[in-house]
């Protein structure tokens, strides 16, 4: 991602990135079509035209002006949110074709002074969103909403990630317009959101192609851009808007979607927000910041698994609700909670409440809404899949951890499920609140076995127990007992939980082991939860998600990239980055 | 937790301070844990059978309940749990939390390594018992094999008192090393005791008396930093058990007096050093399990510059010797120290920061303290008119851990090739020869007032009883 823009103050970026570690921004996610800034979108028929035209002083903090289509972390949010409306209100649409509002250019990446002044953090932060974005538009295509980039000018950098997101690129061939990866020779950085892996990965461009075009600040336009694989098309002007058109029909015409489909509108969340507490219809967090821990609690209610009453309810039935409000909870935590270093995950209600929903999502899958909502979780399971943070299941009396609920547990990098329940009293502090005199269950159904895929393409169970999938093996054994209701005992004999104490151990284990956890390097920590959630086999998304950005962000805190002579911080000042020359 | 075997009868059977029958999780973890203890002791404890044994009980932390002595059958001792006097007020002494309530319960933060510390000093407790096992069968009298008793019920209970903390404090985790307290085994192939000295056999009764000065010294001054932790249950645990710590450096001190009160008489009365020949332990023996047990138990501290003694103190779990005593900021991150070292075949010293050279510093305090001993021997041979000193060798003589390990000095200190240490060794430590003579000397001596001819009687009986009482009843 980023950029061809105007030069660094340097004095600026300087006082940019002290203000800002200084204080963190606090970060909505709110939006809509009639609040953004940055996007249009008209719909037509089956296709949608989505309009990049950033506003150059939209930024989303101050500091910098988001010149030349360039984009922060506002503009992507925006992106989001657009995406979401897609899927759900405008459900008919069947291709999408993303372009840019302005004459000039298509988009110039990711702003390089919002980078050059950006704290670490928000820099990682902010790919991370972005990526996931760009995933969950590949993740349209797959689901018959198909995304053409329409390049109707240079698209440099994250300009050209944005599009390697799309299924199919035009590139307008005027003999001037490029697709570019210009931070390696520019800014010493990589183009980390995605760009090096889908050029090889997805395009299948030649390796030794793609080193000559990741290192060629100016990039390639025209035939030559078709011929290595760049874009797929280099259409002249004069036959733009027809080809465009044309691409969009095609793409329209081979989808499946209903045409008939009646969206539902998301309107805005609930939330009341009180010293970083969060509490939704249905999800509570709460924080507590000595410990540096956060408490996530969801709560299903009853709902039946008729899809009629998801129609009828649309944002308001208490499934989609739920991933809605889990979303928003798990950005605003991931980016204004830095130092809450531990989510501890909880679920409320009956089990029954929470088969019903399993029914609803494994009976109707040829139900758009239905579909549309299964793709919701299973991104937002991603989101978790891949957030910074010890993520730790408690399973108590009360909980309904079952179906895709168990889901959530299964994310997290461990489980603690309560043996028996609470006898006395003074124990009885359950974090959820609830009263419970059943002991906890947890319940496996077809949502584990590949209704929620992670990013490496396996699901939850099938990385926890990789390789272990032969006749008897663990994920055999578990899958003969789909269904029932697993106490703690159950849960720790299958390998479902880490540990299943009973309420005599329960308050120490769980004080020591979040204590214990708090004092342990966030860095290693980060590190080691990331490679231990990602077993087994590698996809273009976990090399996004570790590989690409794992060397990025290796990158951004090297004195050659973010140091004062640094290639970021040099860029644009006419003067050129000091290097330190050693390889390592 | 249901379960079918018999509840236990906990306050009756368990005298303790800490609300046992009040206490599920405590309950639970012991009905458990005290069976297999008994299965431990009827195996790995004294191997003599005995009826009863005049023992003190500990029944209260007070004076009164610290009196409490009677024939007991001893597999019916009752061990107790004892933490001494809380205090509400105290803070931490020393380290970056100085100044901070103790803590009552663990801090997650520090499970690991407290832990560790529990494990490392409960480990110690059971192995002294499995290495005197035998050493009833060849009691010098029945005053002894009382008293040695007396040390193994409490080196029990010292079991059980770090068993308590790992049951009430640690969890599963503290379940789980509880039970391999018991697992490993004193000079045991396939899982030995934590720590090499605890491993050996104690042979025989000089050995013993020599254990339990010097070894149990060790002990002293280990509990003694556990003392000051930030951990207040480890702390009042501690406390506790120094007080019978105190009993067995009693029966080791007093138990040298009179084998070289002994050895004293038999040189004036053959008018000889070689008191060998007339059924006695002759000084330059006796000097050498000197130098054995004390070198011994000088590598017990470890190394003498110490990242983890380090990182105990300024995490606040182990302070040094009378932390409170000293003068200085109890931090210690500005200070330097000196620690031994033996650099290019010289003994000398390497100046380090403080906080790296707190192994050191209790050895020295240790070694302080066993001069006291070698004073009070030398006046005994002194009064009987015999001009020879029995001495503490050089701290650098026959070390196996730390700055000295591999070097050879002799026990005035002077560093000597390795031909001409493999030539003097058997002036400096015991011999074969040696250990045959001593076993050869020991012979059980059951009949109530008599003892054995290579040690002088003990001036007073036990709890006011005299010398003659009959301390052991036999079946
Ligand atoms: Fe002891
Ligand atoms: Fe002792």
């Given at each position: 991602?980023?950029?061809?823009?105007?030069?660094?103050?340097?004095?600026?970026?300087?006082?940019?990135?002290?203000?800002?570690?200084?204080?963190?921004?606090?970060?909505?996610?709110?939006?809509?079509?009639?609040?953004?800034?940055?996007?249009?979108?008209?719909?037509?028929?089956?296709?949608?035209?989505?309009?990049?035209?950033?506003?150059?002083?939209?930024?989303?903090?101050?500091?910098?002006?988001?010149?030349?289509?360039?984009?922060?972390?506002?503009?992507?949010?925006?992106?989001?949110?657009?995406?979401?409306?897609?899927?759900?209100?405008?459900?008919?649409?069947?291709?999408?074709?993303?372009?840019?509002?302005?004459?000039?250019?298509?988009?110039?990446?990711?702003?390089?002074?919002?980078?050059?002044?950006?704290?670490?953090?928000?820099?990682?932060?902010?790919?991370?969103?972005?990526?996931?974005?760009?995933?969950?538009?590949?993740?349209?295509?797959?689901?018959?909403?198909?995304?053409?980039?329409?390049?109707?000018?240079?698209?440099?950098?994250?300009?050209?990630?944005?599009?390697?997101?799309?299924?199919?690129?035009?590139?307008?061939?005027?003999?001037?317009?490029?697709?570019?990866?210009?931070?390696?020779?520019?800014?010493?950085?990589?183009?980390?959101?995605?760009?090096?892996?889908?050029?090889?990965?997805?395009?299948?461009?030649?390796?030794?192609?793609?080193?000559?075009?990741?290192?060629?600040?100016?990039?390639?336009?025209?035939?030559?851009?078709?011929?290595?694989?760049?874009?797929?098309?280099?259409?002249?002007?004069?036959?733009?808007?027809?080809?465009?058109?044309?691409?969009?029909?095609?793409?329209?015409?081979?989808?499946?979607?209903?045409?008939?489909?009646?969206?539902?509108?998301?309107?805005?969340?609930?939330?009341?927000?009180?010293?970083?507490?969060?509490?939704?219809?249905?999800?509570?967090?709460?924080?507590?910041?000595?410990?540096?821990?956060?408490?996530?609690?969801?709560?299903?209610?009853?709902?039946?698994?008729?899809?009629?009453?998801?129609?009828?309810?649309?944002?308001?039935?208490?499934?989609?609700?739920?991933?809605?409000?889990?979303?928003?909870?798990?950005?605003?935590?991931?980016?204004?909670?830095?130092?809450?270093?531990?989510?501890?995950?909880?679920?409320?209600?009956?089990?029954?409440?929470?088969?019903?929903?399993?029914?609803?999502?494994?009976?109707?899958?040829?139900?758009?809404?239905?579909?549309?909502?299964?793709?919701?979780?299973?991104?937002?399971?991603?989101?978790?899949?891949?957030?910074?943070?010890?993520?730790?299941?408690?399973?108590?009396?009360?909980?309904?951890?079952?179906?895709?609920?168990?889901?959530?547990?299964?994310?997290?990098?461990?489980?603690?499920?309560?043996?028996?329940?609470?006898?006395?009293?003074?124990?009885?502090?359950?974090?959820?609140?609830?009263?419970?005199?059943?002991?906890?269950?947890?319940?496996?159904?077809?949502?584990?076995?590949?209704?929620?895929?992670?990013?490496?393409?396996?699901?939850?169970?099938?990385?926890?127990?990789?390789?272990?999938?032969?006749?008897?093996?663990?994920?055999?054994?578990?899958?003969?007992?789909?269904?029932?209701?697993?106490?703690?005992?159950?849960?720790?004999?299958?390998?479902?939980?880490?540990?299943?104490?009973?309420?005599i151990d329960w308050t120490d284990e769980i004080r020591i082991l979040l204590e214990e956890r708090a004092s342990l390097s966030p860095d290693a920590l980060t590190g080691m939860e990331?490679?231990?959630?990602?077993?087994?086999?590698?996809?273009?998304?976990?090399?996004?998600?570790?590989?690409?950005?794992?060397?990025?962000?290796?990158?951004?805190?090297?004195?050659?990239?973010?140091?004062?002579?640094?290639?970021?911080?040099?860029?644009?000042?006419?003067?050129?980055?000091?290097?330190?020359?050693?390889?390592? | 937790?249901?379960?079918?075997?018999?509840?236990?009868?906990?306050?009756?059977?368990?005298?303790?301070?800490?609300?046992?029958?009040?206490?599920?999780?405590?309950?639970?973890?012991?009905?458990?844990?005290?069976?297999?203890?008994?299965?431990?002791w009827a195996d790995m404890g004294p191997a003599v059978d005995t009826k009863d044994v005049y023992l003190r009980t500990a029944v209260d932390v007070g004076r009164d309940g610290w009196?409490?002595?009677?024939?007991?059958?001893?597999?019916?001792?009752?061990?107790?749990?004892?933490?001494?006097?809380?205090?509400?007020?105290?803070?931490?002494?020393?380290?970056?939390?100085?100044?901070?309530?103790?803590?009552?319960?663990?801090?997650?933060?520090?499970?690991?390594?407290?832990?560790?510390?529990?494990?490392?000093?409960?480990?110690?407790?059971?192995?002294?018992?499995?290495?005197?096992?035998?050493?009833?069968?060849?009691?010098?009298?029945?005053?002894?094999?009382?008293?040695?008793?007396?040390?193994?019920?409490?080196?029990?209970?010292?079991?059980?008192?770090?068993?308590?903390?790992?049951?009430?404090?640690?969890?599963?985790?503290?379940?789980?090393?509880?039970?391999?307290?018991?697992?490993?085994?004193?000079?045991?192939?396939?899982?030995?005791?934590?720590?090499?000295?605890?491993?050996?056999?104690?042979?025989?009764?000089?050995?013993?008396?020599?254990?339990?000065?010097?070894?149990?010294?060790?002990?002293?001054?280990?509990?003694?930093?556990?003392?000051?932790?930030?951990?207040?249950?480890?702390?009042?645990?501690?406390?506790?058990?120094?007080?019978?710590?105190?009993?067995?450096?009693?029966?080791?001190?007093?138990?040298?007096?009179?084998?070289?009160?002994?050895?004293?008489?038999?040189?004036?009365?053959?008018?000889?050093?070689?008191?060998?020949?007339?059924?006695?332990?002759?000084?330059?023996?006796?000097?050498?399990?000197?130098?054995?047990?004390?070198?011994?138990?000088?590598?017990?501290?470890?190394?003498?510059?110490?990242?983890?003694?380090?990182?105990?103190?300024?995490a606040g779990l182990k302070g040094r010797w009378q932390e409170e005593r000293r003068e200085d900021d109890h931090q210690l991150t500005d200070d330097a120290g000196h620690v031994d070292?033996?650099?290019?075949?010289?003994?000398?010293?390497?100046?380090?920061?403080?906080?790296?050279?707190?192994?050191?510093?209790?050895?020295?305090?240790?070694?302080?303290?066993?001069?006291?001993?070698?004073?009070?021997?030398?006046?005994?041979?002194?009064?009987?008119?015999?001009?020879?000193?029995?001495?503490?060798?050089?701290?650098?003589?026959?070390?196996?851990?730390?700055?000295?390990?591999?070097?050879?000095?002799?026990?005035?200190?002077?560093?000597?090739?390795?031909?001409?240490?493999?030539?003097?060794?058997?002036?400096?430590?015991?011999?074969?020869?040696?250990?045959?003579?001593?076993?050869?000397?020991?012979?059980?001596?059951?009949?109530?007032?008599?003892?054995?001819?290579?040690?002088?009687?003990?001036?007073?009986?036990?709890?006011?009883?005299?010398?003659?009482?009959?301390?052991?009843?036999?079946?």
């Open positions: 991602m980023t950029v061809l823009e105007e030069p660094v103050n340097d004095v600026a970026a300087d006082t940019a990135e002290s203000a800002r570690s200084e204080a963190v921004p606090h970060v909505d996610f709110d939006t809509g079509p009639e609040r953004y800034r940055h996007w249009r979108f008209t719909v037509d028929g089956p296709t949608a035209w989505v309009y990049l035209d950033v506003a150059e002083d939209g930024g989303i903090v101050p500091g910098y002006e988001l010149k030349l289509n360039s984009y922060d972390l506002g503009v992507d949010i925006e992106l989001y949110d657009l995406t979401q409306r897609l899927r759900f209100e405008h459900p008919q649409v069947r291709s999408v074709v993303l372009t840019s509002g302005k004459d000039t250019n298509f988009c110039a990446g990711a702003n390089i002074r919002m980078l050059a002044g950006s704290s670490h953090p928000w820099k990682v932060n902010f790919c991370k969103f972005t990526n996931e974005t760009r995933n969950g538009i590949e993740d349209m295509t797959d689901a018959g909403q198909t995304w053409i980039a329409a390049l109707n000018g240079t698209a440099a950098g994250g300009g050209y990630e944005m599009a390697l997101a799309c299924d199919r690129i035009l590139l307008v061939d005027d003999r001037s317009s490029a697709v570019s990866l210009p931070e390696v020779p520019l800014l010493g950085v990589l183009p980390g959101t995605g760009g090096l892996t889908r050029v090889i990965d997805k395009r299948r461009v030649r390796k030794d192609r793609a080193d000559v075009f990741a290192t060629r600040s100016e990039g390639f336009g025209g035939r030559k851009a078709v011929e290595w694989k760049l874009v797929d098309e280099a259409v002249p002007r004069r036959e733009w808007d027809r080809v465009v058109a044309e691409r969009a029909a095609e793409a329209a015409g081979a989808s499946t979607r209903p045409a008939d489909a009646q969206g539902i509108s998301l309107p805005p969340l609930q939330r009341t927000e009180a010293d970083g507490a969060l509490t939704y219809d249905h999800v509570r967090v709460t924080l507590d910041r000595e410990a540096r821990t956060a408490t996530v609690v969801v709560a299903v209610p009853e709902m039946t698994d008729d899809p009629a009453a998801l129609h009828d309810q649309g944002a308001a039935h208490p499934l989609l609700a739920i991933v809605r409000e889990l979303d928003d909870a798990i950005l605003r935590l991931r980016t204004n909670e830095l130092e809450i270093g531990t989510w501890l995950l909880l679920t409320e209600g009956s089990t029954e409440h929470a088969l019903a929903a399993d029914r609803l999502l494994a009976g109707h899958q040829d139900d758009w809404l239905v579909a549309e909502t299964t793709r919701y979780l299973r991104r937002v399971l991603k989101r978790l899949d891949v957030t910074s943070r010890s993520l730790i299941a408690l399973i108590e009396p009360g909980s309904c951890f079952a179906g895709p609920f168990l889901e959530l547990a299964l994310a997290c990098d461990r489980q603690y499920m309560l043996e028996g329940t609470f006898e006395e009293d003074e124990d009885a502090t359950l974090p959820s609140g609830a009263a419970a005199e059943e002991p906890a269950v947890v319940v496996v159904t077809d949502a584990q076995f590949g209704t929620f895929p992670m990013g490496n393409g396996l699901t939850r169970l099938g990385s926890r127990f990789y390789g272990d999938d032969g006749e008897g093996g663990a994920l055999e054994t578990i899958r003969a007992r789909r269904g029932e209701e697993l106490t703690g005992g159950d849960a720790d004999d299958l390998g479902l939980v880490t540990d299943a104490p009973d309420d990331a490679n231990h959630r990602f077993v087994g086999p590698e996809t273009m998304e976990t090399r996004i998600f570790g590989r690409l950005t794992a060397w990025q962000n290796w990158i951004f805190i090297r004195p050659n990239a973010s140091g004062p002579e640094g290639a970021l911080r040099k860029y644009g000042t006419g003067r050129k980055a000091d290097f330190d020359q050693k390889r390592v | 937790m249901t379960s079918a075997r018999p509840k236990i009868d906990f306050d009756a059977k368990i005298p303790n301070n800490v609300d046992l029958a009040g206490d599920r999780k405590l309950q639970r973890a012991l009905e458990r844990w005290q069976p297999n203890f008994l299965d431990w009196a409490h002595f009677d024939h007991v059958p001893m597999n019916e001792y009752r061990w107790g749990v004892f933490l001494s006097e809380h205090d509400p007020d105290r803070r931490i002494a020393f380290g970056e939390h100085k100044g901070e309530p103790v803590w009552q319960e663990v801090p997650g933060e520090y499970r690991a390594d407290l832990q560790r510390l529990i494990v490392i000093q409960g480990d110690t407790e059971p192995a002294s018992v499995e290495q005197q096992r035998f050493l009833g069968a060849t009691a010098p009298s029945l005053y002894d094999m009382r008293n040695l008793f007396q040390v193994n019920v409490e080196e029990g209970r010292h079991l059980w008192a770090m068993v308590y903390l790992l049951h009430a404090y640690f969890g599963r985790a503290g379940r789980e090393e509880a039970d391999q307290l018991l697992a490993r085994n004193s000079g045991s192939d396939d899982s030995p005791r934590i720590l090499g000295a605890f491993n050996e056999e104690t042979p025989d009764w000089l050995s013993f008396f020599m254990f339990t000065y010097f070894t149990d010294r060790d002990g002293k001054y280990q509990l003694g930093t556990l003392k000051e932790s930030g951990f207040d249950p480890l702390s009042r645990t501690c406390e506790f058990m120094l007080k019978e710590e105190a009993h067995h450096m009693f029966v080791g001190t007093t138990g040298i007096d009179r084998v070289v009160r002994r050895t004293a008489e038999l040189m004036a009365d053959h008018d000889t050093e070689e008191v060998a020949g007339a059924g006695g332990i002759p000084l330059t023996m006796i000097q050498k399990y000197i130098n054995f047990h004390y070198t011994v138990s000088l590598d017990l501290f470890g190394n003498e510059s110490s990242t983890n003694a380090a990182n105990y103190f300024t070292a033996y650099k290019d075949g010289q003994v000398t010293h390497n100046e380090v920061p403080a906080l790296l050279a707190l192994n050191q510093d209790l050895r020295h305090e240790y070694i302080n303290d066993c001069r006291t001993g070698l004073k009070r021997w030398n006046r005994i041979l002194a009064k009987a008119g015999i001009d020879a000193e029995l001495t503490l060798p050089h701290v650098g003589f026959n070390r196996q851990v730390g700055a000295f390990a591999g070097a050879h000095i002799t026990p005035e200190g002077r560093v000597i090739p390795e031909s001409e240490w493999m030539a003097q060794k058997d002036q400096w430590l015991p011999t074969e020869v040696d250990k045959t003579h001593v076993r050869s000397l020991m012979h059980p001596v059951l009949e109530p007032g008599k003892i054995a001819g290579w040690i002088a009687p003990p001036s007073t009986g036990i709890n006011d009883k005299p010398v003659d009482y009959e301390y052991v009843h036999f079946h």
